[in-house]
């Protein structure tokens, strides 16, 4: 994680992810999730680009609370923060193309 995103607990409340001033990237998933495996590189690229943009990576399942907040249903899901507020959001990004223009609105 970038300076600019202050440290979370592994899975941060609604509200410390709402309290986040910095341009951040939400990333739900698990680590057994095919789509979640496939997408990594792709967000890594797109993210180095990006060095000013916190990434917080969400371990997400049944009856996680955070995910269920953001109405999270398909993963990976990718949601991108400007001062706490859901700007973009990508499920199962296909491309770098899509990650990058959505690291651009931040």
């Known amino acids: 994680m970038s300076e600019a995103a202050p440290a979370l607990p592994a899975e941060p409340t609604r509200e410390a992810v ?38 917080i990576k969400v371990e997400d ?23 706490g507020k859901e700007v973009a959001r990508l499920v199962r990004p296909q491309g770098e193309d899509a990650i990058r223009e959505a690291l651009a609105m931040l």
């Open 18 to 55: 709402d309290a986040l001033r910095a341009p951040t990237l939400l990333e739900f998933g698990a680590g057994w999730c095919p789509h979640c495996q496939a997408a990594q590189p792709l967000i890594a690229r797109a993210l180095s680009a990006y060095p000013h943009v916190g990434h």
């Open 61 to 83: 399942g049944k009856g996680r609370p955070l995910g269920r907040s953001f109405t999270v249903k398909l993963w990976p899901t990718l949601i991108f923060l400007r001062e």
